[in-house]
């Protein structure tokens, strides 16, 4: 919600020179009028039928598109690109106006040439101003609340561009540049876009949740109906949910702790830090957070499912059978306090790291991570990172305990013992990674100190030189 | 957190000019003067008695309010309405600067003038500015931390408010235009709202809640002390808020997504979009995201509800009881694998359900959601949205299952059965929207598409021109 | 993102300039090299070995840094401070340029003179402009999505700052300038602080925690063991986790609404508002929402440590031992209606106190507290607040119950008696303040009142001025 001071001026100065003007009076065209409306500026709509003016905001004008090009010198085109013919009768009116081509394309790639682009060439003497697509209507409408605020604009004409700057600014939007006109086909594809980060990261818990599924449902369902002959498949809906959701989410932890571990390795291998990394490390690198996420909802579910354990029928049935069974015997089973100490641990455990976890989902919300600097981020993301990894692993080491040991159904270890795989190895490597000497070489590394290669002494004023290239 | 580089220039000339002034040293006038003061501004302080100056910043001068007033272009009036008139005596001292009036009132429509334009009627030779009365000195202190950071300003003097905007960009605070001194009053109502977009949603809340209450306080409580004899009111505190709170929280996440139903309903009967639709339907529209969050925090405390059955006294009584009854009786009751597949099926159902309820609440969390474009903030807002309502609807039928049949209480069908009224209704209605048919419908008008009205015979060209009108 | 106007102008202007120079090839250089191309800039790095340039992104050239430095008006200095005195040999070539001091250091006061002070002094005939540091390489590369977003600039050329600021907006970065080149010293320790805010509160928290946990470890696991003979450690992981983490959590919220009762009670005792509160009450008030969230975090623990305890072993195994003693005795016990309505009750009011307490929690949101006005956020963090106390409060006598009258082991009350005394405290002095006469002279107070000092008889008039003062 800015609106710097050249925007005022500027602003002060559209007042007098009266009007924006709006080609269309659909939704964006209606809802762009009011909220110009609300900022102080008059509005002209152009229109083919100007007395069908029932619908667009009181207090602004509908007319003939001539009439509208004539009084405004902004003029939003709020109307689809397969009706921008129409603009070509208008071009005397449009001579020196900018245009602004908010539109959008329902597919990427839809047209070769961009909406934008093509506006241009049908308008030749106008400057076109590719802004405002990445905007909806309801944004606009709502007071610009929900969704993004943000209003990207690229052009030919630097003029151009800062009058459309000026007019977001005094929205209370915040404004961007993007360049020339070129740009076009990108912002325009923008909108289109479906959270691109989250695909991978997405697919990895897709496929790992699918593996497991079907892994567990062999070794839980499936073997004990051709084994022991018992329908089990009521535990697909719960228990088996509840192993593969914590698999999946420790598995992705640590894979979201696994890229930092692989760059330093790499650094120390190749005895420098100006050596690109291989491109999937870096995109790896690059979702991370979303990894992490992801690995958090999977975490946040197997708490539920656990916390739901007691009220299920299941477990009550089988409680109340075990009781029967004992009070019938006579017998009365000692209290282990061994396994009251793992048990416990084993919870309190996943609790801590649960919490911790929680506090880094929490501190990559945008205004957080926002408000955090540099090292704080940094401490938080990678320091209680780790230890929520360690935590994490220790809970599934403490729930497998003794079971390490116990023979496997068909050859398939089970479930936990291969979530641990990835854990170990991280955190194991991390553990070598801090360790004085290594430590030591690393940070040099990260400082820019490089190996000397083979056969070449460099001098200490050589290394200076170096490190300043 | 903005300081924009015009703002940075008239800063560097402020700073040649020399000083701020600020008449009044109450908690707001302090707390102003430490913030200028770090921002690198001369503050002066116009006081009574300037020798009573150890509550002011180190740094600034206190003075007499006629002298402030000549070393200052810029002058806060941090003083109540109330001592106005003493401004009188000073107008000649005042004569061409800037006053920006801070006063805010303590109620709504307190005095029939804005206190900016009484302020403007005492001093007419002074530029009045209406600002910073949104931001409190708590803001200023803490470091913009809490609390809005954004200056509203308003004034006639255009040169007069893009002073003080760049006295806002200085101290890190954002500044918003709205406007000509008329709007004073306005900007004197805001900090006197109090949620004004969550009043309907909590009526609403509020109602179903007192209503579902004492339905079943006479259905499962008076119901069984008549009938049974038996005193059950011990249930009001958990058992019944956890029958309360979901019935509410579903009927309400379905109040969501039923006003898009009705307006594609709408829009479909009147052949257009190009139709207002009724102005219960559009407020109804603007608080969805409000409905949303109030339901989600009723499913939230149904899942601790939930979660904390198994620990309460009268669960572990019952429990108790039924399993010695068995092992007295010698009975043991079979194990129903249909019951275990329906319990698990209806928790499992229950936790999805909640933990796409909780990412619809992340995502409308203003960083998050600002942080999307519009296309994954629909994605999210009515796609992940109508797989929650399905899934939480599917939830409570699963709880439903067999006791659908069973004979009503006093005529009175159980709580679960009317929470399904409203969800099963958005998707029916849902379901047949999205049919090929149907929506193709719905998606020509959306694109602009109208139907003929009756006698008229359009030819295509008309269309297309409609289109663009 | 904001790139206002007038940085899009001057952008402008630079494109025909041509180009930034950058020094260094490291991380940032690299990375702000590559930003700056995304934002259409042209890049020069200088370079000790221009032919190095494998990794520099595509489309900028790497030369000398004497060729660099004559190409480009704005040179980004991203080398460590320990190599700068190379700069001093392109005195000539670097005369009337602008430097961007983008370093940091390793830790606070590791040098006597700041990093930009000391280039200043290397280079005297260029404008050295304090920036950039605060930014992260990774928040470049990743689209500035992470970790702060803002570039704080010092120095003491106005217009070397504004060509500095102007880049930083066209980044999408957003700028504030922190003064003359003499602030340099405080931004470059910015990057180094870790949560300065939250040690305080963490502190408070960690050391109630070590006392309580000791406290109660005598009392639970010592005593038994020394009175009884039992072996009770295993309770250390959850029950005593389960006892400290309430405690805390309860004392830390009474903490947050006790610094505001002192402040009341001191403005009363004084007879005014305009006496300075005492220091560490300020330091109190400014760390109150940091307390808050801490007690929230543990309230979040206590939570998750109670909904676990049905699935313990230890709590398993007596429930079945009670129930097959019950079963052999053939004894059933009789179902208590009061122990119900007391259970329940004292669950219900945690529950709904926890409900309020998440709600708290996200209201102190930076963007969500940002979207409240001032009198929203005092109704939510003052009014809101104290009823979740009092909910907590009320669940903790009620836990309590028939308890308090029980003989002390080895004279230590039970933990939760001292987790009630702050609450209490505080809660009763509230009920105090609210009280109507009580209220109404803190108003006065609060509106500017002052109790007239003994022997001093003020004129209304003089009053009135007075407030002005």
Redesign the interface.
Known sequence: ????????????GERKQGTVGI?????FGRSLGLRLLQ??YEVVFG???PK?S??VAKGSKVMTHTEAAQMAQVIFIA??RD?YD?LTSLTPALEGKVLVDISNNLKRGQFPQSNAEYLSSLVPGASVVKGFN???A??LQ?GA??????VLVCGDD?KA??AV??IA??L?L????R??LGAAGELED??????PNWRLPLLIATGLTAFFFFYLLIRDVFYSYVVDGK?R???????L?NKVFPIVSLTMLALCYLPSVLAAILQLYNGT????FPDWLDRWM?CR?QLGLVAL?LA??H????????????V??K??????S???D?V??P???T???R???Y??LG??G??LY??LGIT??????????????R?VQSKLGHVTLLFCTAHALLYGWDKFLRPYKWCMPPGYMLSLVVPCVVLVSKLILIMPCVDCAITRIR??WERPTKGTALSKGTT??????
Chains 1, 2, 3 share one sequence.
Request: aromatic share 14%; hydrophobic share 40%; no cysteine.
């Open positions: 919600m800015k609106s710097d001071s050249v925007a005022m001026t500027s602003l002060a080609f269309g009076t659909g939704d900022a102080g229109s083919r039928d069908n029932a619908l109307v689809q009706y129409f990445t905007v909806s309801w944004a709502s609340l929900d969704a993004s605020r943000q630097p561009k800062q700057v000026d600014h005094s209370g915040s404004a961007q540049d360049g020339s923008i909108p289109l876009q479906l959270f329908d498949s009521f535990r697909i809906m719960i228990s949910a830090k100006y050596k690109r690059l957070k909802a946040f579910l708490v539920i499912y656990t916390l739901v354990i007691p009220i299920r029928y299941y009550k049935y409680i109340a059978a075990s009781t029967i004992q009070s019938k006579n009365t089973k209290f282990d306090n396994m009251a100490w048990e416990d641990s919870y309190s609790i801590l649960f919490g929680v506090l990559s919300l945008p205004s957080v991570s926002n408000a955090l600097n540099w090292r704080e981020f401490f400082q820019g200076q030189q170096r490190l300043m290239a």
